[in-house]
């Protein structure tokens, strides 16, 4: 995955709470096999029935962080929920609650999650709705958010690893190929009639 250090961006601002993962894409979409191709289904319902739905105005066009309301990716535990915001654009969301999967979701897969107080959640929101072009900035390495333009700054929680992770980049699969060279040792010394699966299968 992509490291993600200091984010600047502007905001989508979604004045709306309890938002599940059904709602952020679709079951309808979940029967692609690839990890690929779900930002087309992004908030797809909503914008189907709403031409004036946040993500869908001129003055959000390459927003790339999106402010929600308190207990935003609750409900089932898909992935894809995580893919289609990014492949949305949006490398951080902001809210003051998260749905403890889709959090630990998002961590892996590069997306920052940004909890804040409620009030500072309902001044940003307000803040970005009154003005799309205010500059956010989302500080992974200081794990601090802010608004310069309108005085606004918080810190967020960011427990060591999961910082760690994201400064550096690391999916899953980047945190075991850092262990390359003891994998190799291992395997050069396993007994043969042990079970392995041959390169390229």
Not at 163 to 173: C, Q, V
Request: charged share 25%.
């Amino acid at each position: 995955m992509e490291a993600i250090r200091r984010h600047v961006g502007t905001a989508v601002p979604l004045d709306r709470s309890d938002v599940d993962t059904d709602q952020i894409i679709p079951a309808s979409w979940l029967k692609r096999v690839e990890r690929t191709g779900f930002g087309a289904g992004l908030f797809s319902e909503w914008r189907k029935n709403d031409p004036d739905f946040p993500l869908d105005r001129l003055q959000h066009a390459g927003a790339t962080i999106l402010v929600a309301g308190p207990n935003f990716g609750v409900g089932s535990s898909r992935e894809h929920a995580v893919w289609a915001l990014m492949e949305g654009g949006f490398r951080a969301v902001i809210s003051p609650r998260f749905g403890d999967i889709f959090r630990n979701n998002a961590t892996k897969s590069g997306l920052v999650p940004v909890v804040v107080e409620p009030e500072f959640g309902e001044a940003l929101l307000r803040a970005v709705q009154d003005n799309p072009a205010l500059e956010i900035v989302v500080d992974v390495e200081q794990r601090e958010v802010s608004a310069p333009g309108v005085g606004l700054l918080a810190s967020f929680p960011l427990d060591d690893f999961t910082r760690y992770r994201l400064l550096e980049g690391l999916d899953d699969i980047g945190l075991t190929l850092r262990h390359t060279d003891e994998i190799s040792a291992y395997e050069a010394t396993r007994p043969g009639w042990m079970p392995r699966v041959a390169a390229g299968d």
